[in-house]
């Protein structure tokens, strides 16, 4: 099976990034108020620096959800979320996969990571379920070698008795599905089972024999199919990096890649062509880069050189999909210990580290890297004309975590890092009024500047 066209909108010539950065250099020019105060270090080109919050970098986004909601949309509109283990848990990604989906129709869960590739991973609006023998393997080691692409996972066997198993939750199921593959020169066939509505499976053989690269293939499927099934022939082993379950309807899709315990950086570990062709494909209106816990926990981290990591590797991404919206979210809060404290005999949080570790109270406190980088990202924000939203203030700032772990229900876990379901809903439900109320005022006409021009 050949590769499926590319249904990106670009065109010849068309630079939504060119255009951001106009509009930036243009603001800072008018003395648009209300710029942003910090400094991740020298900026690589010249000054174009816009306000933090200001909805401009929204506008492509606004675009393709205006035409959802005027009827005119060739597809579905995705976002694309990636980032550490706050992504990973699908929970933050989830809960804003339904707010978008309540307000402007549900198209799919959207493309997930091959299998179980990670201890207790619970995806919502899917269930999976992984059998037999498969071998792991993911982008986060820095020495895993071979190709990787947007996920950051493959799965790879050739156990005839090992199966990957997606089933959609939602009663109305599926309409469209693909899978991601790695084709090898020793490769073996990939069996794929599609259960349809009324239990009948229907199954494709593909051949994933070929020189090194990753493909995509589109299964016909029944409308309404409740379940999608992979396995090894036998024949050779089979690497899977991807499947994708969408409706053929209008809506969102709203996808989410996250890698436990990584940092920006492990952009860079995926193939380039692989990573630049599969964000084409997908068409993001919007991609939602949501890093800088692990970094923020790092005691050596540097401000300035953190800022040229976090603009490189997020212009990858952008310049995959120069069309979309870029949205970047600075790291929640997060507190940790002195060192020799008893996590038990914590119960309360300053904003500024003991002075003397080994003598002070056992109280918990915010490392200083954690706004350094939060700062860094800002500021290269505004510097590329990226929308940047500050996660920590939602918390209350500074020991707000600790508040969100010790209120009843709690909202975030005693680990003072991770928030509980409730917590990243409650998050996820003010970065969706924000942007909501961007759009709203957009769509209005109020928004006090003009859209950016048409095609």
């Known amino acids: 099976m050949a590769f499926p066209p590319n249904r990106s909108r670009r065109r010849a010539g068309d630079d939504r990034r060119g255009l951001r950065r106009l509009f930036a250099a243009a603001?800072?020019?008018?003395?648009?108020?209300?710029?942003?105060?910090?400094?991740?270090?020298?900026?690589?080109?010249?000054?174009?620096?816009?306000?933090?919050?200001?909805?401009r970098p929204l506008y492509p986004l606004f675009e393709r959800l205006a035409e959802l909601e005027a009827g005119e949309a060739e597809g579905p509109v995705v976002l694309i979320q990636l980032g550490d283990s706050h992504t990973a848990g699908d929970r933050l990604s989830g809960?804003?996969?339904?707010?978008f989906q309540q307000r402007f129709g549900d198209a799919g869960r959207?493309?997930?990571?091959?299998?179980?590739?990670?201890?207790?991973?619970?995806?919502?609006?899917?269930?999976?379920e992984q059998t037999?023998?498969?071998e792991t393997t993911s982008m986060r080691r820095r020495d895993a070698a071979g190709v990787f692409g947007l996920t950051g996972f493959r799965q790879t066997s050739r156990d005839p008795d090992a199966t990957i198993t997606v089933t959609a939750e939602d009663a109305d199921g599926f309409g469209t599905a693909a899978v991601g593959i790695l084709r090898d020169p020793a490769g073996g066939t990939l069996e794929i089972a599609i259960r349809s509505p009324d239990g009948a499976e229907t199954r494709w053989n593909v051949v994933t024999t070929g020189p090194i690269r990753v493909a995509r293939f589109d299964i016909p499927v029944?409308?309404?199919?409740r379940s999608l099934t992979l396995s090894p022939a036998g024949d050779g082993p089979v690497t899977v990096v991807s499947t994708t379950?969408?409706?053929?309807?209008?809506?969102?899709?709203?996808?989410?890649?996250g890698i436990v315990g990584t940092t920006v950086d492990v952009i860079g570990r995926a193939e380039p062509a692989t990573l630049r062709w599969e964000i084409g494909e997908r068409d993001?209106?919007?991609?939602?880069?949501?890093f800088g816990t692990n970094e923020g926990f790092d005691p050596d981290v540097d401000r300035a050189s953190y800022a040229e990591t976090f603009r490189a590797r997020v212009r990858q991404l952008e310049e995959a999909a120069p069309e979309a919206a870029v949205i970047v979210v600075g790291p929640p809060d997060g507190n940790r210990l002195p060192d020799g404290c008893d996590r038990e005999a914590a119960t309360?949080?300053?904003?500024?580290?003991?002075?003397?570790?080994?003598?002070?109270?056992?109280?918990?406190?915010?490392?200083?890297?954690?706004?350094?980088v939060r700062q860094a990202q800002a500021a290269v924000a505004a510097q590329e004309g990226w929308y940047f939203w500050d996660w920590s203030q939602v918390m209350g700032g500074a020991c707000g975590i600790h508040q969100w772990a010790t209120t009843e229900p709690p909202l975030a876990w005693d680990d003072h890092v991770h928030l509980r379901d409730e917590g990243y809903e409650a998050s996820a439900r003010a970065l969706f009024a924000q942007l909501m109320g961007h759009y709203d005022a957009w769509r209005r006409g109020r928004g006090g500047i003009a859209a950016l021009p048409a095609d």
């Open 222 to 225: 029944p409308a309404g199919s």
């Open 27 to 55: 603001a800072l020019a008018l003395g648009v108020s209300g710029l942003a105060a910090c400094d991740g270090g020298a900026p690589t080109g010249p000054s174009a620096a816009v306000p933090v919050g200001d909805p």
């Open 132 to 134: 037999g023998d498969w």
């Open 348 to 372: 309360s949080c300053s904003p500024d580290a003991p002075a003397d570790p080994g003598n002070a109270a056992c109280r918990w406190y915010p490392p200083a890297g954690l706004d350094q």
């Open 245 to 257: 379950l969408e409706r053929a309807s209008p809506g969102v899709v709203y996808d989410s890649h």
């Open 95 to 99: 809960a804003m996969r339904a707010f």
């Open 284 to 290: 993001p209106a919007a991609i939602v880069v949501v």
């Open 110 to 128: 959207g493309m997930l990571p091959p299998g179980v590739p990670f201890d207790h991973y619970r995806p919502t609006g899917v269930s999976v």
